[in-house]
């Protein structure tokens, strides 16, 4: 019976222990909760106790930027035409220009009329491997300084120490003996001046922006053969990238019709001779030209390449070069377009042709369908009356003969 009413007791406190912890666990979670709320809370009550949140410490702060200064930046050419009012005006300073006035010369036949008209006289250069080139001298002296006058078959001709008055009496001198000329205003516009002076220090020739440095009391003539090729290429590129914008001109007329109409009003014969332009004047830059490459005669003289190189280089022939490439590229590729809407525009019309001509003939057979139609209705329809004429006669006497 002890036993019995201690096993009672111990279960009875137990329950009680049990009930109290729980008691105070769930206190304690209601306190985690309140407290958690409370802290949740507290971003909206911060104004009200006076808190405000600081962004401008709590951002992410930039790493410090590293000092450039240091490190040496490569600057990019940029060419810009020059104008006979921005060379220097100084004594002993002279006057270079070229001019690209065709797509070529008749050498032979200008060399001929130079000798006849004893204003110039042929000139030699050291080198023989120079061909396709007329280097004439004037005959008359205006000061110390000698004027001459390069002449390249591709075209171009440069002249060194002579006035534009003289220039522009040349240029239209020699319009008889150029193949394929090129506009008047494009001459003048693509024209390319510099100006040359005599160094007494300097061992070699050089490029010293915008000048060439020459050496005095020596035979420069091949480093004037190779500064007048520079410029000569320069000048003929200015007039390609005209003859260029002046054949895009005319397609983006088609290429803003299509923007606005939705459809290309050309004919292919037009597209046809665009193209055949412009693959005229790729080839003339890829092939001809010598835009792409070192022309072989520098090969074997390393200073005349270097300066060669160093004057392309100042005339931006070889990134004018790329561009020209690029945009003949999106030109030929717009017209190509245009040539596939003209040809489908052709195969449509004729379709149409084809489905006319086959109306035409449905039309034809059905008239004459009806015209047999017709005539063999109209031989039948005589008899036709007479078989019912009978016919009702004998109605009519059979009913006769009936009344009586």
Request: proline letters at 3%; a negative charge.
């Amino acid at each position: 019976m002890t036993v019995y009413l201690s096993r009672i007791a111990f279960n009875m406190l137990r329950t009680s222990s049990g009930r109290c912890l729980n008691v105070a666990i769930a206190t304690e979670a209601a306190c985690t909760n309140i407290n958690f709320f409370q802290s949740k809370n507290d971003l909206f009550s911060s104004v009200r106790r006076g808190f405000v949140r600081n962004y401008s410490s709590d951002a992410i702060h930039p790493t410090v930027a590293l000092d450039n200064s240091s490190i040496p930046l490569k600057k990019k050419t940029i060419y810009k035409k020059a104008a006979l009012e921005d060379l220097p005006q100084k004594e002993g300073h002279y006057l270079t220009m070229a001019y690209a006035t065709a797509n070529s010369y008749d050498l032979k036949g200008l060399k001929e009329a130079l000798v006849q008209q004893k204003l110039y006289e042929p000139g030699t250069l050291q080198a023989q491997e120079i061909g396709d080139v007329v280097v004439a001298n004037a005959v008359y002296s205006v000061g110390d300084e000698p004027r001459e006058i390069i002449f390249f078959s591709e075209g171009a001709v440069v002249f060194w120490n002579c006035s534009v008055l003289e220039a522009s009496n040349v240029l239209e001198f020699i319009k008889k003996y150029e193949i394929e000329s090129y506009p008047a205003d494009v001459v003048d516009r693509e024209r390319e001046v510099m100006s040359y002076f005599y160094q007494p220090n300097a061992k070699k020739c050089y490029l010293q922006e915008p000048c060439f440095v020459m050496v005095p009391n020596k035979d420069n003539s091949l480093e004037r053969y190779t500064f007048s090729q520079a410029m000569a290429q320069s000048a003929r590129l200015g007039a390609w990238e005209a003859r260029l914008e002046a054949l895009a001109s005319g397609v983006s007329y088609h290429t803003g019709r299509m923007r606005r109409t939705g459809i290309a009003q050309v004919q292919k014969k037009e597209v046809v001779r665009k193209l055949g332009e412009l693959f005229a004047l790729r080839h003339t830059l890829n092939v001809e030209s010598d835009l792409l490459d070192t022309p072989d005669f520098y090969w074997e003289q390393e200073e005349l390449e270097r300066l060669y190189s160093s004057t392309v280089a100042y005339f931006t022939i070889p990134r004018r070069t790329r561009v020209l490439n690029e945009r003949l590229a999106h030109c030929v590729e717009l017209l190509e377009l245009l040539s596939s809407w003209a040809a489908d525009r052709h195969h449509v019309r004729l379709e149409w042709m084809v489905i006319a001509l086959i109306l035409a003939e449905v039309c034809f057979e059905l008239l004459h369908l009806y015209e047999r139609t017709y005539t063999r209705d109209h031989r039948r329809g005589p008899e036709r009356r007479t078989f019912t004429s009978e016919v009702e006669e004998n109605l009519f006497q059979d009913l006769s003969i009936l009344d009586t």
